[in-house]
């Protein structure tokens, strides 16, 4: 038997034979895996979602055109018209035609648009499209709001900008799925097949020998740790809290290094001091000669909190430095590789961070308006606590928890423990 999963896939992938292949069958990379794999067992079947909100004066959008525009960039990208479906014990992605459903979303007495919007997406069913479309308003007088939603597994970071351009592209075009050539289209297949199996081919030899042991010893004091007291939830509340800060930006921006020691300040209040707390947070790109396909290739990479220690920037930005050298292993060879080296670890990770930069962001423009970026919280997360921070002119920094396992006042308290120990740049306001 072959000693990599990722080795261990691509032979049962390629087992699958000419038919399957030819039909259009396509692989799954490690990150899709991963939330494949989450998904099937989540105890509700959940899938992790990608949801950008975009408020729009009332009467803007075209519906017509707008589900037009997005069924033209399924049709183009395959990540956006797959499903992801199982084989002969083998995950998969299924290629079908586009698509795209624009959804008007009503508002039930008391709601608003964001509060309806929530509710919709609360109700998202994992077996459909990849893509998908929801408008609300609230009141004749009252901004729309459209949601562009997007499973996970059909997306990452670093196509979400690219969509939203595109989309905007074709809507001011008045283009539709009509005008995509099949040629065009199977071309398209091929050239996210390929970057695909290059994704899996880099998979496979980021999970050597010498990888697996430095991730087994960097992640051998693991535990999962025994689930935390709290009080019971307000009937009512909604399943995650939030609190962010805004503060004053270097040029710059802050140091990864010093974010992950934030998120240990963090993790040390929630979990006390003497935990190793994984904190997961995405990482990586497009594998080498592969062309820039829309889909899935970030990989959840692990970093292991010791809350017995002090926040100490230049030992962080070493083992920091690192684990990137390593960051290509895939998130279950590093579990494995992990339980290998001790750690009594599922693969749960007890934190999340993403970073983002706003000076790379493009709004939505539909004809002549541009959509106004807008935030909706209050939706389910796949860690205790989250925290996402925006770089650019100001230091957007937001944490979000699950309710389920945090009480309010003791993840505000974490939120404080990690604002405090970042570097400091000037007051907060």
């Given amino acids: 038997m072959l000693s990599s999963i990722t080795g261990q896939y691509l032979a049962r992938y390629q087992r699958l034979g000419a038919p399957d292949v030819a039909a259009g069958l396509l692989p799954v990379t490690g990150a899709q895996r991963r939330f494949l794999l989450v998904r099937s067992l989540d105890p509700a079947g959940r899938a992790d979602i990608v ?26 990208h395959p990540a956006l018209r797959s499903r992801p479906c199982v084989v002969r014990a083998t995950p998969v992605l299924r290629p079908g035609p586009a698509d795209v459903p624009l959804d008007q979303v009503a508002c039930a007495p008391g709601e608003d648009a964001h509060d309806a919007l929530r509710r919709t997406l609360a109700g998202w069913v994992a077996d459909g499209p990849p893509l998908r479309l929801f408008l609300a308003q609230h009141g004749p007088d009252a901004e729309e709001v459209l949601a562009v ?37 199977a071309a398209e297949l091929a050239t996210y097949r390929d970057a695909v199996l290059r994704q899996l081919d880099a998979e496979e030899r980021a999970g050597s020998p010498r990888a697996l042991a430095y991730w087994g010893e960097r992640l051998g ?8 007291p709290r009080t019971l939830p307000t009937a009512g509340e909604l ?23 934030a998120c240990r300040a963090a993790a040390a209040v929630l979990y006390g001091t003497d935990a190793v707390s994984p904190i997961g947070y995405p990482w990586g790109g497009r594998p080498a000669g592969a062309e820039p396909v829309l889909g899935c290739f970030l990989n959840t990479v692990v970093f292991p909190a010791d809350t017995s220690r002090a926040a100490a920037p230049d030992v962080t930005a070493t083992e920091w430095w690192d684990d990137l050298d390593r960051a290509d292993t895939p998130f279950d060879e590093v579990v494995r590789a992990a339980r290998s080296g001790g750690a009594q670890w599922s693969g749960r990770l007890d934190g999340l961070l993403t970073v983002d930069d706003s000076r790379h962001r493009v709004p939505l423009r539909l004809g002549a308006v541009a959509g106004r970026e807008v935030h909706i919280g209050g939706r389910q997360v796949r860690a205790p606590f989250a925290v996402s921070v925006t770089q650019g002119p100001e230091l957007h920094l937001r944490m979000v928890w699950d309710r389920a396992v945090l009480d309010d006042r003791a993840a505000e308290d974490a939120f404080a423990a990690l604002c405090g120990a970042l570097p400091a740049e000037a007051p907060a306001h």
């Fill in 149 to 185: 939603v997007l499973d996970h597994t059909a997306c990452d970071g670093h196509s979400l900008a690219r969509i939203v351009e595109e989309l905007g592209a074709a809507y001011r075009d008045g283009l539709g799925p009509q005008d995509v050539a099949p040629a065009e289209a």
């Fill in 221 to 228: 004091a693991v535990r999962d740790r025994a689930p935390l």
């Fill in 239 to 261: 399943p995650t809290g939030a609190t962010e800060l805004i503060l004053p930006s270097a040029p710059s921006g802050v140091a990864f290094p010093a974010l992950l020691d």
């Fill in 51 to 76: 949801p950008m909100f975009f408020a729009f004066p009332r009467g803007t959008v075209d519906q017509v055109r707008l589900r037009a525009a997005a069924n033209h960039l399924a049709a183009r």
